[in-house]
T-cell receptor
Framework: GAVVSQHPSRVICKSGTSVKIECRSLDFQATTMFWYRQFPKQSLMLMATSNEGSKATYEQGVEKDKFLINHASLTLSTLTVTSAHPEDSSFYIC???????????FGNGTRLTVT | AQSVTQLGSHVSVSEGALVLLRCNYSSSVPPYLFWYVQYPNQGLQLLLKYTSAATLVKGINGFEAEFKKSETSFHLTKPSAHMSDAAEYFCAVRVDRGSTLGRLYFGRGTQLTVWP
């Protein structure tokens, strides 16, 4: 079946540095990818919708300059957390779909810890 | 506006007992509804989905859910719980139906504990 790979699975970085998270669709071309953030014991919060070749659409309250999203190809989207702070520590999950009628496939998430 | 409310952040059942996880939705248009399961430090796995066909939807691992428009509910059930069912369960509603931007909005989740 379709698989979405997310890398890294865990990352620890120092405050003030930037971290890049990759989301790859392994056996299909994803026209749309979504990025979610999940706080401990809470739900997934949609951060942004990423369409290949165009700018990401951010949800209200999500800082575009803080969370840079690039969907450069049909199989890769990246989320860069810039100038990370401890409050950015969270579980980030991506998902991808082939087209509007296709099922959504989730990556296994990235645990970001900012010290 | 759309939203999902999951009643009960924690549900505990004995192995072999009925599992009932509640979900109510609010949507300005006919919704697509989903149930996902999440195991620790992993992504989400689709259990089942409602897409306006049969109101009783059967999913994987013996789970099923019934769409009740009059009650705006989409509760998840399983007749007999298994230890391996212990996980976090999320109900989700999809908007932008028919478009290429199928945003999913999730409920807060219900942690299911299964006692031996």
């Amino acid at each position: 079946g379709a698989v979405v790979s997310q890398h890294p699975s865990r990352v620890i970085c120092k405050s003030g540095t930037s971290v890049k998270i990759e989301c790859r669709s392994l056996d299909f071309q994803a026209t749309t990818m979504f990025w979610y953030r999940q706080f401990p014991k809470q739900s997934l919060m949609l951060m942004a919708t990423s369409n290949e070749g165009s700018k990401a659409t951010y949800e209200q309250g999500v800082e575009k300059d803080k969370f840079l999203i690039n969907h450069a190809s049909l199989t890769l989207s990246t989320l860069t957390v810039t100038s990370a702070h401890p409050e950015d520590s969270s579980f980030y999950i991506c998902s991808a779909r082939r087209d509007g009628n296709s099922p959504l496939h989730f990556g296994n998430g990235t645990r970001l810890t900012v010290t | 506006a759309q939203s999902v409310t999951q009643l009960g952040s924690h549900v505990s059942v004995s192995e072999g007992a009925l599992v009932l996880l509640r979900c109510n939705y609010s949507s300005s248009v006919p919704p697509y509804l989903f149930w996902y399961v999440q195991y620790p430090n992993q992504g989400l796995q689709l259990l089942l989905k409602y897409t306006s066909a049969a109101t009783l939807v059967k999913g994987i691992n013996g789970f099923e859910a019934e769409f009740k428009k009059s009650e705006t509910s989409f509760h998840l059930t399983k007749p007999s719980a298994h230890m391996s069912d212990a996980a976090e369960y999320f109900c989700a509603v999809r908007v932008d139906r028919g478009s290429t931007l199928g945003r999913l909005y999730f409920g807060r989740g219900t942690q299911l504990t299964v006692w031996p």
